[in-house]
């Protein structure tokens, strides 16, 4: 049933938007309750949409009442957590052995950690961009392994195919998550090293990223120690695994973390996609993407965010990128 309400389209996952309907956000009862006043505007879509992994994320959904709800697993066990817009901030209700743990973190996850004052458009799409969304806010959930693992699953391969792995394997090797929210908690750090090679190719999953996904399994403690350092730091940790590149591990830290600097390299439409926007040149690369990003030095990703947001993109001129299916070979 996840994300049957309000589908967001591809443009929208790929900015980091999900669509979250207008409700009254209810509580469902039974879980730990939490009231958070946030000090200006935040809007759920926007700060919430990077942790979806496609419109059917067994991890992730949003209600027709105007609630999002997610599965997490932390470090003191599975919880469910489920936010919506309150007259007076933003309701929470947790549920399962980690429900402490994410209610504590719930500042963090929405942006609270976050200093979108530093930031100063310096292009005139990039202004209007900004002025429309003053509730977006960059989440932190301080948990790494969570963001690695369907970062990784997306590596060279559509978008598509990847959420249909991540859905696969949370559902056949995670757990029912706990409360109402009929979601999944994906598999542990030990589950995902234990997965055998015919599930993994079951799920489309070729051997290169399955074997960087059990790699980083078995480091995963150290791993996590990521979440709490400093970009740069934390970007050594993630890429010290073998299979690990700047593409996995900015996209990885730009969630765990709130990195609002870790800007994406080695992408095959972004750079395209900012180079249209700012310049009309569509056939922009790393270093010309980078160059135009640079006066927005230590907040490139959300300028970058913010870019993609716009929706000013390149028309398409060649076919989709060819969709494989290992699973049926």
Not at 81 to 107: H, I, K, M, T, Y
Not at 229 to 245: D, F, K, N, S, Y
Not at 247 to 261: F, I, M, V
């Amino acid at each position: 049933m996840a994300g049957r309400f309000d589908p967001p389209t591809r443009t929208d996952l790929r900015a980091g938007r999900t669509p979250v309907p207008a409700g009254t956000g209810a509580q469902a009862g039974g879980g730990t309750g939490r009231l958070w006043k946030p000090g200006g505007p935040v809007d759920l879509g926007l700060v919430l949409g990077p942790l979806r992994r496609g419109p059917a994320d067994p991890t992730f959904r949003t209600t027709p009442d105007g609630s999002v709800w997610r599965a997490t697993r932390t470090p003191v066990g599975p919880a469910t957590l489920r936010v919506s817009r309150a007259a007076d901030g933003v309701d929470a209700e947790a549920w399962g052995p980690g429900a402490g743990w994410v209610l504590d973190g719930l500042p963090a996850l929405l942006g609270a950690e976050d200093d979108p004052g530093a930031f100063v458009p310096r292009h005139r799409l990039v202004h209007a961009s900004h002025r429309r969304r003053p509730g977006l806010r960059l989440t932190r959930t301080g948990l790494v392994l969570e963001s690695l693992i369907p970062t990784v699953l997306e590596q060279k391969v559509t978008s598509d195919e990847a959420y249909r792995s991540w859905r696969r394997l949370v559902r056949l090797h995670g757990e029912p998550a706990p409360g109402p929210g009929g979601l999944y908690v994906m598999p542990s750090a030990r589950a995902w090293a234990l997965i055998p090679s015919w599930d993994w190719h079951r799920a489309g999953v070729d051997m290169k990223r399955s074997a960087t996904i059990v790699r980083a399994a078995r480091v995963a403690a150290r791993l996590e120690e990521a979440a709490s350092m400093e970009l740069a730091q934390a970007t050594a940790r993630l890429e010290a695994v073998p299979g690990i590149g700047p593409w996995t591990s900015a996209e990885t830290l730009q969630r765990s973390n709130g990195a609002a600097d870790a800007v994406t390299t080695g992408d095959l439409h972004l750079p395209g996609i900012i180079g249209y926007a700012l310049t009309g040149n569509r056939d922009a690369d790393d270093a010309e993407m980078l160059e135009l990003l640079a006066p927005y030095a230590g907040q490139r990703h959300r300028a970058a965010r913010l870019i993609l947001l716009a929706g000013h993109t390149p028309p398409r001129r060649a076919p989709r990128m060819y969709r494989s299916d290992i699973s049926r070979l």
